[in-house]
């Protein structure tokens, strides 16, 4: 009778059977040379690592496998908190994305608040449409609702790419004030905590960041009825 790790490691054996192995073992080979050249350049590295986090930032992106956060502004392990969805979205009713962001904003105290969305972004792209994906269809309605909250702006746009791109930039502005209405936000500003909230979209074709200009560090700037007096 197998046990429970034997089970384990027969399902493994199983699953490699379907896998590329060699992509596979690529993987733990790289993990391998990325330790060494840590190492090499600070002995320590990992040790200072296990002593806890205290990242200035939290990013909340698009789950898009060709935007690392920390790559693309250059930061090192430790100095962003990452929350990544399909196309940046900040739901109130995801208890997930509230949950990283309670513990980003209550815990760590971080001091600034990055909403990161990039063009060509396929859940955007989806949302311009009516072809259904599934159970991703739920997801991308909420998508559905930037547009049409800018139907006006985005119906007068002729060129596909440039209403694409437009939209892509829009939905990141909603993202960042909905991040505004958060209780969590709100509380922190009320106890005058210094927490600022900014809107980019990155170009995956040029590799560079647009700032919308859409930076955020109090409730002044919504309407009176998102301002919660906590």
């Known amino acids: 009778m197998l046990s429970s790790v034997g089970i384990l490691q027969t399902v493994h054996f199983k699953q490699l059977k379907y896998m590329n192995k060699a992509y596979y073992n690529q993987l733990l080979e790289n993990n391998k040379g990325w330790v060494a050249s840590r190492l090499a350049l600070d002995p320590d590295f990992f040790n200072k690592l296990a002593k806890g986090q205290q990242p200035p ?4 992106g698009c789950a898009d496998s060709r935007v690392p956060a ?10 962003v908190f ?3 969805n399909i196309a940046n979205m900040v739901l109130h009713t995801d208890m997930n994305m509230l949950s990283v962001l309670d513990y980003a904003v209550n815990v760590l105290k971080v001091k600034h608040i990055i909403v990161c969305g990039h063009y060509g972004c ?3 792209r ?3 449409g009516s072809g259904s994906y599934g159970i991703v269809d739920n997801w991308i309605r909420h998508i559905k609702d930037v547009y049409r909250f800018h139907q ?3 119906d007068i746009i002729e060129d596909d790419t440039q209403k694409f791109n437009r939209f892509v930039e829009l939905n990141v502005v909603e993202q960042v ?8 936000v709100q509380n922190a500003w009320n106890v005058k905590q210094e927490l600022f909230i900014h809107g980019w ?3 995956v074709d040029s590799g560079i960041i647009k700032d919308l200009g859409v930076n955020i560090d109090s409730n002044e700037l919504l309407d009176d009825v998102y301002q919660l007096d906590i």
């Open 122 to 124: 396929g859940g955007v």
């Open 152 to 154: 006006k702006e985005l």
């Open 82 to 84: 990452v929350h990544r």
């Open 177 to 184: 004030y909905d991040l505004a209405k958060t209780s969590i």
């Open 126 to 128: 989806a949302a311009m």
């Open 70 to 79: 920390n790559e693309i502004i250059g930061a090192k392990p430790g100095e």
């Open 201 to 203: 979209v990155y170009g």
């Open 57 to 60: 930032l939290l990013w909340i």
